[in-house]
């Protein structure tokens, strides 16, 4: 089994157990943070999963995932603070 494949797992796990801070969570920042979490996770088995099969689209779409994941975070961000858009 290809190591890049077993780091793969070891990161969904990681994903689950995020998910479980994003069902739990008592605030919605703590829900947000599990979100951005979860959002890097998927970036991170992107582009794991490119490297193991030598797909460069998996890694393109990563890099333009990860820009829509940052933009989207700090638009929560600005929103929970109070400010107007």
Do not use: Q, W
């Not at 990681?14 to 069902?23: E, Q, T």
């Not at 739990?24 to 979100?35: A, C, F, M, Q, Y």
């Not at 794991?48 to 779409?61: R, S």
């Amino acid at each position: 089994m290809n190591p890049f494949m077993i780091t793969l797992v070891f990161a969904l796990i990681a994903i689950a157990m995020a998910m479980v801070r994003v069902v739990l969570g008592p605030t919605i920042p703590d829900r947000v943070v599990g979100l951005d979490t979860i959002n890097t996770l998927v970036i991170a088995g992107m582009v794991l999963f490119g490297a193991a099969t030598k797909e460069i689209i998996y890694i393109d779409v990563a890099i333009v995932y990860a820009l829509l994941s940052y933009v989207t975070t700090l638009f929560i961000a600005k929103y929970l603070e109070g400010s107007k858009l």
